[in-house]
């Protein structure tokens, strides 16, 4: 050998070496860049970034006026269980009574007249007055929030399930070290042989090394780093706690906008039912849809997915788990998928706007944590406000059905929130989710005159704050066509139906909501005005200083007229609505608890008059259709017309808005008494049958508002002798100072005369005024013309005298 030669060996064994050297390092730095994210991922959870949302906390109280069926209902929806021992979060019907057991504690509910008629504690001798349930699971969701999963621990899921899953997916998981050679070597031999790539031999644990932690990718680098995450992931946890995590993780199908995640979501999205219930053919057909999930959806491929279902249930017969004749029978068994939704199906639209409120909160943090979300969602809420809004919108449909119109139909938002708390409890956006995702709660629409109490409420505190003129509900303003001009425009509005009232008090105006009447009060006390007091409730929408602004014709979304109708349900006091009471990692570290964010944004007094006002509205006014559809709490509200259908209202312990119109601007042609008022309705009765949304208690007046009687007709006090006289509120000093001068002893007593030549057959021909009196002429009984003479003389009163005709011009001077 040259040396030449030698020495080319030798460069040659270096380079190999350090190659072989190289790769060994970069191995190992890629292992243990590997090993360090899956660490990190497993410290955090395998699901961070994933938050599990629950409800308010519920409460049953004496007086709900619930059936035992309904509560019971209300429990399960709260993850409580039917059973006969002591465990908590269960319930058991008994002869004394339903009996819940609580983590608190235990108590007993009596019923009678489908209503809670009495609740005793644990020792069943101690009265107490309600029960509080632990918040109610909604949903998961995580990622963008287009992904959702009910996570489930290993001990939550049924034997059955995981013996289908390792039966159709990987037999020997519980025996393998993650990587099963002897799989791998079958599904090679079978790919070459039939020359094409069909079998898997991803064994369970490499399938979540892949889902969870690499990207799509087909790569060979892809394929390492998975097989060293598997070899970390089986050298790290047990296979319980792997198969738990791939439990929760496993994609199976698409419903609606969201993905399924999980064999949690998919039991109650094809089954509708908790996973620990699944029944061995349900479990076979979940675990069969892990291949492709897609092509194996029950909802669509009924047929495909049977056949699927009962080769899992042959494998699980091979592998023992089950008997010839179990296997037989499960065969046999119908699909059985649930055509409805599940539960939480229709809190979507609340949870897309508490999700935003989350990642708001915790900004860039959202995607390293895990943690259980606690909203101010009242479940019996909700679904009172989407079946009111399934029941109501049938009545719209018809009306616009019979116009035979073209086109989608109209769309509908709810939004209920305590306006003390501003917790929302029930928002819905839209008539159905899966077909449209947007929220017509925060959709900018005009609100037509559900606006006008702002207007109202700028011109009466303006008198507080010191304004040159001083209004109060029984002030006058005239009801007529007029032209308004401003900017060197004209505007020339008109009532409904081109109805005018002429001269009306402010709680008449507002009570028939009156366009003209109430643009000249905002003209008067000025729009800027008007929309300073709109800013101070919460509107933070465009408002332009034009006439149009005082009938509701710019844009506001519902939320906003929510948050500003706080103002007038809670004192004067606007608050901020939330949706989100406060955010808990699993290790319990609170992330974020609400603080009240409120201000006082009008005079309580100025505020108790509009709410005296606004009850009028309900109980006389353009409102009274709430009555009439048997509504009796206290309540206070506006209806609002626009292109679109309104109602804002509130009672002492709810305030609730509705919306109704079409997406694409159509005009609805349906005012809001008749498209968002019997939605209002039908929610509120609802709600009033719990007791915690239950008040008979009247608005209470707060200290500097009196009442006084006034003549609607002059806004003046009135006398005995006035024909119309109301009894109005007013902040103390406010109120009129002056008697009414218009009616008057003296007319009085020339009413009773008149109304006496009448029945003596007298007929008044001509009235003239004299210097000393008031003439009428009229014919006597014997048809001659006489003039009947009242005159006011000092200490006498008024009395009437009869002098002859010609005399009249000229009464006398003495009577």
């Not at 010191?466 to 007029?482: I, R």
């Not at 401003?486 to 009570?511: H, I, K």
């Amino acid at each position: 050998m040259t040396d030449r030669t030698r020495r080319i060996l030798n460069w040659t064994a270096l380079g190999l070496a350090s190659l072989i050297v190289a790769a060994a390092v970069t191995v190992i730095v890629v292992i243990h860049r590997l090993d360090g994210k899956v660490d990190a991922q497993l410290a955090a959870g395998p699901f961070a970034g994933t938050y599990n949302y629950y409800s308010a906390p519920v409460t049953i109280a004496e007086g709900d006026q619930t059936p035992s069926d309904e509560v019971v209902a209300i429990l399960r929806r709260h993850g409580y269980r039917e059973s006969s021992g002591n465990n908590p979060r269960s319930w058991q019907i008994t002869p004394a009574g339903l009996v819940v057991r609580t983590t608190a504690g235990t108590a007993t509910i009596r019923f009678a007249k489908d209503k809670v008629d009495a609740i005793s504690g644990p020792n069943s001798q101690k009265s107490v007055s309600q029960v509080q349930l632990e918040p109610a699971l909604l949903t998961n969701l995580s990622g963008d929030g287009r992904e959702k999963r009910v996570i489930l621990h290993f001990s939550d899921l049924p034997p059955v399930l995981v013996r289908a899953v390792v039966s159709i997916e990987d037999k020997r998981f519980f025996e393998h070290n993650g990587l099963d050679l002897l799989r791998v070597g079958k599904a090679a031999f079978v790919d070459l042989r039939d020359r094409r790539k069909e079998q898997g031999a991803s064994t369970i644990t490499m399938q979540l090394a892949r889902n969870l932690y690499l990207d799509p990718a087909k790569r060979w680098r892809r394929k390492l780093s998975e097989v060293l995450i598997t070899i970390h992931l089986e050298r790290t946890l047990s296979k319980e706690k792997i198969f738990e995590y791939y439990a929760n993780q496993v994609y199976l199908g698409h419903r609606g906008p969201f993905d399924v995640n999980g064999f949690g979501e998919a039991a109650r999205v094809y089954f509708n039912k908790d996973a620990a219930r699944l029944t061995l053919p349900e479990a076979a057909t979940l675990a069969g849809m892990i291949q492709r999930p897609s092509y194996f959806d029950p909802f669509r491929s009924p047929d495909r997915v049977i056949e699927r279902r009962n080769i899992v249930l042959e494998l699980m017969k091979q592998n023992g788990y089950i008997t010839p004749q179990q296997c037989e029978a499960a065969q046999a068994a119908p699909l059985g998928v649930h055509p409805g939704q599940p539960a939480a199906a229709s809190t979507q639209y609340f949870l897309d706007f508490a999700s935003d409120a989350v990642h708001r909160q915790l900004s860039d943090d959202v995607s390293h944590v895990a943690a259980n979300v606690y909203t101010t969602l009242d479940p019996r809420l909700q679904l009172a406000a989407e079946q009111a809004i399934e029941d109501g919108m049938k009545l719209v449909d018809n009306r616009v059905r019979k116009r035979k119109e073209r086109g989608a139909m109209p769309e509908a938002a709810l939004i209920a929130l305590d306006p003390h708390t501003g917790e929302i409890k029930a928002l819905v956006g839209g008539r159905n989710y899966a077909a449209s995702q947007l929220d017509r709660a925060l959709a900018k629409r005009p609100p037509g005159s559900v606006f006008k109490p702002f207007v109202y409420a700028a011109a009466m505190d303006s008198a507080v704050e010191g304004g040159p003129t001083l209004f109060y509900p029984a002030s006058l303003v005239d009801d007529e066509p007029t032209t308004f001009r401003y900017a060197r425009q004209t505007y020339s509005p008109g009532n409904f139906r081109n109805e005018y009232m002429g001269e009306v008090t402010f709680r008449e105006a507002l009570m028939h909501s009156l366009n003209v009447a109430t643009i000249k009060v905002a003209q008067e006390v000025g729009f800027d005005r008007v929309i300073a007091i709109a800013r101070r409730a919460g509107i933070t929408s465009d408002l332009q200083p034009t006439p149009a602004v005082a009938i509701g014709a710019y844009g506001v979304t519902p939320l906003e007229i929510a948050r500003a109708y706080t103002m007038f349900a809670n004192d004067g006091i606007r608050v901020q609505p939330h949706s989100i009471d406060s955010i808990v990692q699993h290790d319990g570290t609170e992330l974020y608890h609400a603080e009240p964010d409120s201000r006082l944004a009008l005079d309580p007094r100025v505020n108790f008059l509009m709410v005296s006002m606004m009850e009028d509205v309900i109980n006389h006014g353009t409102a009274a259709g709430v009555r009439g559809m048997g509504f009796k709490l206290p309540a206070a509200g506006k209806t609002g017309t626009s292109h679109d259908g309104w109602f804002a209202g509130f009672t002492p312990r709810l305030l609730c808005i509705v919306w109704v119109g079409f997406d694409d601007y159509r005009d609805l042609d349906l005012e809001g008494a008749h498209s968002a008022l019997p939605i209002w309705a039908e929610f509120m009765k609802s709600a009033a049958r719990f007791a915690a949304y239950r008040d008979t208690q009247t608005f209470k007046a707060p200290a500097g508002v009196v009442k006084a009687t006034v003549d609607p007709t002059t806004g003046m006090l009135a006398t005995p002798y006035c024909p119309r006289q109301e009894t109005d509120y007013f902040v103390d000093g406010s109120q009129p100072a002056e008697k009414c001068t218009v009616h008057t002893e003296e007319q009085q007593v020339a009413e009773a005369d008149g109304q006496q030549a009448q029945q003596s057959g007298e007929t008044a021909t001509e009235l003239v005024t004299a210097t000393h009196g008031t003439a009428d002429r009229a014919a006597d009984p014997a048809g001659n013309e006489t003039t009947f003479m009242r005159v006011r003389t000092a200490g006498e009163g008024t009395r009437r005298i009869i002098v002859p005709a010609q005399n009249a011009a000229d009464p006398p001077d003495q009577p």
